[in-house]
Each structure stands twice: as C-alpha cells, then as structure tokens.
C-alpha cells in the first residue's frame, strides 16, 4: 500500500492504484469527503418537523432531520458517549433519537437532553451542552437539494453550486410548480465490486453509449427518433469547476418537443413558467454530475456511497415532478424501469463493466487508466469551461481537477465534541 502522490494523476490519465489501493481510498475520504460539500439528501425526503433521512459523508453515517420549526439540520449518526447509531433507519418520523445502549436522548436539532440513569453522574461529569451530536458546520441547499461539509473552512455553497445551477432548473422546471420528490416513487440500490470513482465517470460517459447500450439505442428511437445518431449529435460534455460536469444527451426543437411531450404538458408547463423557461426544460436532457457523490440523471438522482477501495453501493432515487399529469409521472417510472431497473436495457450493464474494470486494475503490467481522447481539440467558453463533444472524454478529466487539488492538499482540521469530565 502506498499513498497518493501528485505524479499518479494528470489531466489524460489517472494511475491504476487509484482505483485500488486502500491507502489511498482512506486518504481520498479524508481529503475530499470530509473537505468539499457532500450531497445528502433532498427535503422532499423530509417534508415534515419530525422527519429524518439517514445517509453517509464518506463513510461517516449522518442524520439529515427536520426540526419544530422546519429548519434541515445534518448531525453525526454517532452517539457522544459510546458510540452507537441513534437511528437504524433509512427513513422515519420521531421527536428525538435514543441510543439503544444507555438511552442518551438528542434532539431533532441533534443537542443532548437527556441521558439514561443520570444521578449516576457526579458533577462536572456531564456536560448536556457540549455532547450533542457532532454537526456538519456547514449546509447548503439549491432547489431541496441538501448538501453538507464536515469542513467549517469549505468555500461558500453558492460559488460551489454556480454553474450547475442552470441544469438543475432545466430538470425541476418539468414540474409545473417548480417543485420535484426524490425517492418517493421508488429506490434502486445496487452494490458492485469497483471503485467509487468508476460510477462517477460512467454517469456521464457518452463514448460508451454506443457500443454498451446498442440495444437501448435502438428501442430508445421508437420515442426518441434522434438517438439513432447519438454518436454523431453536435452535442457537448463541459467541465463546470469544482468536479462537476455536464454531458448532454440531445437537444430537441420545438417540433420534436411537441412529438416527445402530450401538447396538454407542454402547454402547461407554458402555463406555469412561460414559454422560455419551459421550453428550456422540455428540449434539454443531460446527465449532470456533482463532485463527489451525486449524479442528476433524466429521470433519478443517483448516491454514490464508496465502501472500500474495491466496493461501492449505488442509490438511484427515482423523482417525481410535483403538479404533473399522472400519466407523465407514469411514463417516467416505465422508462425509468427500462433503463436501469435489475431487468434493464441499460443500467445492468454498466455495473457488470465496473466489476469488470475492477478485475483488470489488477494487471500491473498496463498501470494507467486513459482519459486522453479529446484532450488537444477541447475548447473553453468564454467563461473559462472546458468542453468537447459529448462523446469525447472532457468530463471524465473535469473530477479530477478538483480532486489533484484537494488531494495534493491538507485535510481538515476535523470538529471535536468537547469532554467536560477530560477538560
């Protein structure tokens, strides 16, 4: 085992222990999960004071609640005096979270109040203020996306999510009231044996859509005539800072907005938008891409959980559009189901290639992972990203960028609860 060096990754090629080495998987969750913001959760999971969701950054288990007031708190799922979870569940409604070991009682904002057996504590053993559940010092949220850093010192959640913004109102703005669920309609969990960071590149892989997926394609184009081209749309993949990127699926013009959508939707979207806005949102499709763990695809929100160097779990929740006829809704699960259900066209495919990947990084004699194709021809906007086609490979270099950076960096500074009896 080793540990991460600046010369085991440049912009076209990143080394193979990377995706392997143990060493360098604690370090990346220190340096990256535990430093940068970390998606969590989204408040259509928790619509109600009382409500939690479970979820993880990195590998240190989290609550994302709902308190009185309707305020979201992120919060250790970690016990002060022990260390046991105080919540089990992925999903639920309480008043506050008991350890089962010793009763230890915190509240939905995550402070202690009240403890099991207390006259057995003398004074100044027990200090209620200072052993509440360790919080994220920092949260943030765009359109009920949460996101949360372990890091107080993070930059600043606006400049971090500034260029994807444009994306996510594309994808809420297919809801008629602006307003989405996630996971509500139904959860994929898939595991597969590979590195994290492989589901991170394949949520935005156009070159191998047409080689993995050709049977997909060519179902796709009964609804979707122009995906017989995919390979040869003028379509562009960027780099939009911070590890995020953007690839673009297809782009349609009025006409094909009109043979894609029921005329009734796309006049209510209309209705509620305007004619702009929701004609923005009815031609785009993308697959988007926030660095480290979260990928918005057309019709779920994917979680990336890293288990280890070799082992990595992935949520698809799918989403609803609020306000939206019930056949749309209906038609999103059945394509939803097409793609990436355990039956799919699509998606099985992806994590038996994963594995696949996984078996490979174990031939030493070839120790790089390519990430060339595109590079002498990407462009910049005048904004400063960086872009190809969609097809090219400017989007599995753009993580990188950010994460040389933070790994070539120090770790933060981690939060310490305060012990009163250790002073």
Known sequence: MGHYTPDLSRPEANHASLYRDPAIFDEEMEKIFHATWVYVGHGSEVPNPGDYKTSFIGQVPVIMSRDMAGKIHVFANRCTHRGATVCPRELGHAESFTCPYHAWTYRLDGSLEAVGLPRGYNDGELDYSGLGLPVAPRVGSYRGFVF?????????????????????????????????????????????????KAQLEGSVEGYHVWHNHRTAIDIMSKWVPIMKQYQNLPMKAYDLGFGHNIIENYTLTDEQVHERWPAE???????????????????????????????????????????????????????????????????????????????????????????????????????????????????????????????????????????????????????????????
């Open 148 to 196: 949360a850093s372990l890091n107080a010192d993070v930059h600043d959640f606006d400049t971090h999510i500034g260029p994807a913004k444009k994306y996510i109102d594309y994808y809420c703005d297919l809801s008629p009231t602006g307003e989405i669920t996630v996971g509500l309609t139904g959860i994929y969990k898939h595991r597969y044996r590979g590195n994290w």
């Open 265 to 423: 939707f796309v006049e209510l979207l209309i209705s509620a938008h305007g004619r702009e806005r929701a004609m923005d949102a009815l031609r785009h499709r993308f697959n988007i891409v926030l660095f480290p763990n979260m990928a918005i695809l057309e019709y779920h929100v994917r979680v990336i959980r890293p288990l280890a160097a070799d082992r990595t779990e992935v949520r698809q929740y799918h989403t609803s559009m609020v306000g939206a006829p019930a056949a749309i809704n209906q038609r999103r699960v059945r394509e939803h189901e097409f793609f990436y259900g355990p039956g799919g066209a699509g998606g099985p495919d992806d994590l038996a290639t994963f594995d696949r990947i996984q078996q490979g990084m174990e031939a030493w004699t070839a120790p790089w992972v390519l990430f060339n194709r595109g590079l002498k021809s990407e462009e910049t906007t005048p904004g400063g990203l960086r872009f190809g086609h969609h097809t090219q490979e400017t989007q599995q270099r753009a993580p990188y960028y950010e994460y040389r950076r933070l790994m070539e960096g120090k770790a933060p500074v981690p939060s310490r609860i305060r012990l009163a009896a250790a002073g």
